[in-house]
């Protein structure tokens, strides 16, 4: 029987097998990525390859000048050593600390390693300081810089300049291993060494431009033809353009594809997607369900260590141990500090990533399967996924989905209440909201906190009230306890049996399904009464990228006045975003407008709703109930030019910042995505059984690409 009949009566193949293997499996994720028709598919590699080559020929670019200056040095016999990698290792710059991609400069005595962006600043700074300009370059480096690429640049300067006392590159353009106390030996000159294959690079440039120029894609219209009843106001910007955002239903993305989707993203806009699944269906996702199917899936109901767990504080950020039982009891009936300040928390790495996909790949494998936008989200086969092609012994590869379980209260107590400050990503990010649980405070509840706001509030006037404050007046925050039923200030016993506690919630699962019209009242006795409310989860505010800098300078203007400035290490570095410890309540937001025009999107997230965050776009989240939310990250070919100016920019922060061990490697996965796409093109070009689909007439496919196709693949077989 020929293998096409087998594939097509083959159940596993087909997606529909219902057996062990093929439902705790990827297979009907693979099924729907091959179902894309292959036009579609060309379409999908021609946009990513069209993004990747500029990225890819500036790495050849840089590469071309080392082996120039390199054969001039040595002469044009030289041998360029390749350096030897396991697997699973990553090298690293020795002065920037940023993963290295291919080319690098080495020391044979030492091991030092210099990656070429390093080597490019330090001949330039050398060359200002030759040139008698280093104290107009210092003195022009104070003032205010207007663009990001201008703010990264003189940063990194800066670093080498004050080091140029006893490192500088020579006049021919060597450069010689820096002294003892900046990492090296000063002994020898660095040489040129590689990671990957000799000309690897080269090869890509060629065959990616030839792909591209020999492709043309029709133009997918008219922004402004999107449907308006998948519109929303979000902002209300004066002369604004964009306040509105894309607000499809699931089914309207599998329906109609993905085109529309595409033509907002491309803005830099997030998407919001609504009834991804069925809300009835919510109590799958309950934290007492999440626990039992990650200790039948990791067996860890074997090991008694993995029942504490570490969660953070969100009113100071401190890191605290806790039993599972306890923060899944917290989670629907709420805990509070011993003063009566709602203590919200958020779980620190639990489940673990893997664990997180583990769980969703036995337990739940339907449900990934029916997301919509596998093609962008999906970590393994998503073929707008520009990360989705490092090899899987990649330690950058480590980005499936993960689960995040969170406290929240409806009302904005002003202090402690953020979930996720405000910070920005580099990557494209997802969060679909899975459960929700409301957690209701008690009369002598309000009273106390009523107090405490008004000390909050002053604070709003010397800072933010993401700082952590030293309130010792009301009480002592390092207790808490879950709330009890008590309205007399005595608290609930803490010390039961987690394990006890939980076989009882496990009989009545805690869920909100059903609950049409619940009534939130706030501090200020105002009530909302609405069925929307009752199904909010969270709050977003998304700033635009072309705000990011009026946004750091009214970050920065507040900690200055207010003497908080020991958070920002270098004014030329917008950290506050990359370190993520402030949040913006309704105070600051408006103050911010009123100073410098700045308005965030800004929109509740209902359960089922996920929520696209482009990358480079700053956000900050506040719950509104108890969440479970499942997060997914990726990198899309209309984020990929902000993601690499975000790693030059990255790279100019303090070695020792967070933010570097983080980064993604932009480079890498730009040359392997390359390198995966061209072989996809010549799988669907080369099968016979898609060719008579695509024809040479076809728009999408033009007699130029066969032709470099057939010239690509005889150089493969005489290499």
Not at 534 to 549: E, I, K, N, T, Y
Not at 684 to 694: A, M, R, S
Request: charged fraction near 25%.
């Amino acid at each position: 029987m020929p293998v096409e009949e087998i594939q097509r009566i083959c159940p596993a193949c087909r997606g529909s097998c219902n057996c062990k293997v093929c439902m705790r499996g990827d297979n009907l994720l693979k099924v729907r990525i091959r179902e894309i028709p292959a036009q579609n598919k060309l379409q999908y590699l021609y946009s990513l390859l069209s993004a990747v080559l500029p990225v890819v020929k500036h790495i050849h670019n840089q590469q071309c000048f080392e082996v120039e200056l390199e054969k001039k040095l040595r002469g044009n016999g030289m041998d360029l050593g390749r350096t030897k990698l396991n697997a699973d290792e990553q090298m690293c710059c020795n002065f920037c600390r940023i993963p290295i991609v291919d080319y690098h400069r080495h020391c044979s005595n030492c091991s030092y390693d210099l990656c070429l962006s390093c080597c490019k600043d330090l001949r330039d700074a050398t060359k200002l300081v030759q040139d008698d300009r280093g104290k107009q370059f210092l003195g022009r480096a104070d003032c205010r810089e207007t663009t990001s690429k201008d703010v990264k640049l003189s940063n990194v300067h800066l670093n080498i300049l004050s080091k140029l006392s006893d490192w500088k590159a020579d006049s021919n353009g060597s450069i010689p291993c820096p002294p003892k106390q900046y990492g090296g030996c000063s002994s020898s000159v660095l040489s040129l060494k590689r990671i990957f294959k000799m000309n690897w690079v080269a090869k890509l440039v060629k065959n990616v431009e030839e792909m591209v120029s020999g492709c043309k894609v029709c133009d997918s219209g008219d922004l402004e033809n999107t449907s308006e009843g998948k519109l929303f106001q979000a902002a209300h910007r004066e002369n604004g353009d964009d306040n509105v955002l894309y607000h499809p239903l699931s089914e309207d993305i599998r329906s109609e594809g993905i085109e529309d989707f595409r033509k907002q993203w491309s803005r830099g806009k997030p998407v919001i997607i609504k009834d991804i699944y069925d809300v009835s269906s919510m109590s799958n996702w309950d934290p007492i369900e999440i626990w039992r199917g990650v200790r039948e899936t990791t067996e860890e109901k074997t090991k008694d260590d993995n029942r504490t767990v570490k969660a953070i504080d969100c009113f100071d950020g401190s890191e605290i141990d806790i039993q599972i039982g306890q923060f899944i009891r917290g989670y629907s009936e709420g805990r509070i500090h011993e003063n009566g300040w709602p203590e919200m928390l958020k779980l620190k790495d639990w489940p673990s990533p893997s664990a997180s996909e583990e769980f969703l790949l036995y337990q739940r494998p339907e449900f990934i399967s029916k997301l919509p936008l596998l093609e962008f989200i999906h970590s393994k086969w998503g073929l707008l996924n520009v990360a989705a092609k490092l090899p899987h012994y990649s330690l950058q590869n480590d980005v499936g989905p993960k689960i995040f379980l969170s406290y929240g209260m409806y009302e904005e107590l002003g202090k402690g209440d953020s979930v996720n400050n405000l910070h920005i990503n580099m990557r494209d990010l997802v969060f679909l909201l899975v459960h929700i649980s409301e957690v209701k405070l008690k009369g002598w509840q309000k009273t106390k906190i009523g107090k405490m706001e008004k000390i909050f509030a002053e604070s709003d006037h010397k800072g933010f009230p993401g700082d952590a404050l030293n309130v010792s007046s009301e009480g002592d925050f390092s207790k808490f306890s879950p709330v009890g039923d008590r309205g007399d200030g005595q608290y609930a016993d803490t010390d039961s049996n987690a394990n006890e506690m939980l076989v009882d919630q496990e009989s009545r699962v805690t869920s909100q399904t059903g609950v049409d019209n619940l009534s939130h009242e706030d501090l200020n006795g105002s009530s909302l009464n609405s069925s929307d409310s009752s199904h909010s989860g969270a709050l977003w505010d998304v700033f635009r990228r072309q705000d990011v800098p009026m946004l750091i300078e009214y970050l920065r203007f507040h900690w200055k006045k207010h003497g908080d400035s020991d958070h920002v290490t270098d004014d030329s570095v917008p950290s506050p975003l990359y370190d993520g410890i402030v949040y913006l309540n309704e105070h600051h937001k408006r103050k911010l407008k009123e100073l410098f025009g700045i308005e965030p999107w800004s929109f509740e997230q209902h359960l089922g709703e996920a929520i696209f965050i482009p990358a480079g776009c700053p956000f900050q989240v506040r719950n509104l109930q108890s969440t479970v939310q499942l997060g997914l990250d990726f990198l899309s070919p209309e984020s990929l030019g902000e993601a690499v100016r975000m790693a030059e920019e990255i790279r100019g922060l303090p070695n020792t910042h967070d933010a570097k061990l983080q980064m993604l490697e932009v480079g890498k996965i730009s040359l392997y995505a390359a390198s995966s796409a061209i072989k996809e093109v010549q799988k669907l070009v080369l099968d016979p059984k898609v060719g008579p689909e695509l024809g040479f007439e076809d728009p999408n496919l033009t007699a130029l690409v066969s032709e470099n196709l057939e010239k690509m693949m005889k150089r493969r077989q005489v290499a």
